[in-house]
Protein backbone atom coordinates (compact mmCIF):
# COMPACT_ATOMS: atom_id res chain seq x y z
CA UNK A 1 0.00 0.00 0.00
CA UNK A 2 1.66 3.38 -0.81
CA UNK A 3 0.35 7.02 -1.22
CA UNK A 4 2.13 8.70 -3.75
CA UNK A 5 1.85 12.40 -4.20
CA UNK A 6 2.79 14.77 -7.45
CA UNK A 7 2.61 18.21 -8.65
CA UNK A 8 4.98 19.91 -6.60
CA UNK A 9 6.88 22.33 -7.84
CA UNK A 10 8.08 26.10 -7.49
CA UNK A 11 5.65 28.79 -8.38
CA UNK A 12 5.77 32.76 -7.98
CA UNK A 13 3.36 34.69 -5.26
CA UNK A 14 -0.15 34.47 -6.16
CA UNK A 15 -0.39 31.19 -8.60
CA UNK A 16 -1.56 27.93 -8.74
CA UNK A 17 -0.64 24.11 -8.00
CA UNK A 18 -2.09 21.08 -8.24
CA UNK A 19 -1.31 18.30 -5.90
CA UNK A 20 -2.63 14.78 -6.75
CA UNK A 21 -2.18 12.09 -4.47
CA UNK A 22 -2.89 8.52 -5.76
CA UNK A 23 -2.96 5.28 -3.55
CA UNK A 24 -1.93 2.44 -4.89
CA UNK A 25 -2.54 -1.36 -3.52
CA UNK A 26 -5.71 -0.78 -1.60
CA UNK A 27 -8.79 1.77 -2.23
CA UNK A 28 -9.90 4.54 -0.47
CA UNK A 29 -13.11 3.73 1.06
CA UNK A 30 -14.11 4.17 4.63
CA UNK A 31 -10.81 6.38 4.99
CA UNK A 32 -10.35 9.93 5.84
CA UNK A 33 -7.34 11.67 3.23
CA UNK A 34 -5.61 14.87 4.21
CA UNK A 35 -3.16 16.92 3.17
CA UNK A 36 -0.12 18.43 5.44
CA UNK A 37 2.69 20.36 5.02
CA UNK A 38 5.97 21.15 7.14
CA UNK A 39 8.43 24.12 6.41
CA UNK A 40 11.59 24.08 7.31
CA UNK A 41 12.25 24.21 11.33
CA UNK A 42 8.70 24.04 11.53
CA UNK A 43 6.19 20.93 12.93
CA UNK A 44 4.23 19.20 10.25
CA UNK A 45 0.70 21.25 10.42
CA UNK A 46 -2.58 20.31 9.02
CA UNK A 47 -4.01 21.74 5.76
CA UNK A 48 -7.09 20.01 4.62
CA UNK A 49 -8.33 17.13 4.67
CA UNK A 50 -11.65 15.13 2.75
CA UNK A 51 -13.58 12.32 4.14
CA UNK A 52 -13.70 9.42 1.04
CA UNK A 53 -17.67 7.91 1.42
CA UNK A 54 -19.19 11.64 2.28
CA UNK A 55 -17.06 14.24 0.63
CA UNK A 56 -16.86 16.18 3.94
CA UNK A 57 -14.22 18.31 4.02
CA UNK A 58 -12.26 20.46 6.65
CA UNK A 59 -9.57 23.62 5.96
CA UNK A 60 -7.19 25.25 7.75
CA UNK A 61 -7.64 28.82 8.62
CA UNK A 62 -4.82 29.69 6.94
CA UNK A 63 -5.89 28.04 3.20
CA UNK A 64 -9.49 28.81 3.66
CA UNK A 65 -11.09 30.17 0.39
CA UNK A 66 -7.24 29.80 -1.53
CA UNK A 67 -6.93 25.43 -1.53
CA UNK A 68 -9.43 22.90 -2.36
CA UNK A 69 -9.49 19.84 -1.71
CA UNK A 70 -11.24 16.93 -3.63
CA UNK A 71 -11.55 13.72 -4.68
CA UNK A 72 -11.65 11.64 -8.00
CA UNK A 73 -13.28 7.57 -7.03
CA UNK A 74 -12.68 6.79 -10.31
CA UNK A 75 -9.11 7.32 -10.24
CA UNK A 76 -9.29 6.71 -6.51
CA UNK A 77 -6.98 9.86 -6.05
CA UNK A 78 -7.11 13.24 -3.92
CA UNK A 79 -6.57 16.74 -4.93
CA UNK A 80 -5.68 19.92 -3.61
CA UNK A 81 -5.92 22.73 -5.74
CA UNK A 82 -3.77 25.81 -4.83
CA UNK A 83 -4.73 29.37 -5.55
CA UNK A 84 -3.44 32.54 -5.11
CA UNK A 85 -0.38 30.89 -3.39
CA UNK A 86 2.12 33.00 -0.68
CA UNK A 87 5.73 32.45 0.03
CA UNK A 88 4.52 31.23 3.17
CA UNK A 89 2.98 28.64 2.02
CA UNK A 90 6.35 27.10 0.68
CA UNK A 91 6.44 23.46 2.53
CA UNK A 92 6.84 19.88 1.85
CA UNK A 93 3.27 18.88 1.35
CA UNK A 94 2.11 15.05 2.67
CA UNK A 95 -0.92 13.64 1.82
CA UNK A 96 -1.50 10.77 4.68
CA UNK A 97 -4.56 8.40 5.31
CA UNK A 98 -6.34 7.01 8.16
CA UNK A 99 -9.37 4.47 8.48
CA UNK A 100 -12.01 7.18 9.77
CA UNK A 101 -15.81 5.99 9.17
CA UNK A 102 -16.99 9.33 8.47
CA UNK A 103 -14.74 11.58 10.89
CA UNK A 104 -12.46 14.67 9.45
CA UNK A 105 -8.97 13.67 11.52
CA UNK A 106 -6.87 16.98 11.73
CA UNK A 107 -3.85 16.17 14.04
CA UNK A 108 -1.15 13.68 11.91
CA UNK A 109 -0.73 11.63 14.55
CA UNK A 110 -4.26 10.32 13.60
CA UNK A 111 -3.13 9.12 10.00
CA UNK A 112 -0.60 6.04 9.78
CA UNK A 113 0.02 5.74 6.06
CA UNK A 114 1.99 8.59 4.62
CA UNK A 115 3.39 9.68 1.20
CA UNK A 116 7.06 10.80 0.51
CA UNK A 117 6.05 14.30 0.11
CA UNK A 118 6.31 16.81 -2.85
CA UNK A 119 7.81 20.21 -2.23
CA UNK A 120 6.11 23.32 -3.20
CA UNK A 121 7.88 26.36 -3.22
CA UNK A 122 6.32 30.44 -3.70
CA UNK A 123 8.52 32.96 -4.88
CA UNK A 124 7.75 36.58 -3.40
Known amino acids: VQLVESGGGLVQAGGSLRLSCAAS????????VGWFRQAPGKERAFVAA????????DYADSVKGRFTISRDNAKNTVYLQMNNLKPEDTAVYYC??????????????????WGQGTQVTVSS
Open 50 to 57: ITWGGGAR
Open 25 to 32: GRAFSSDV
Open 96 to 113: AAASSRGLIFTTAVTYPL
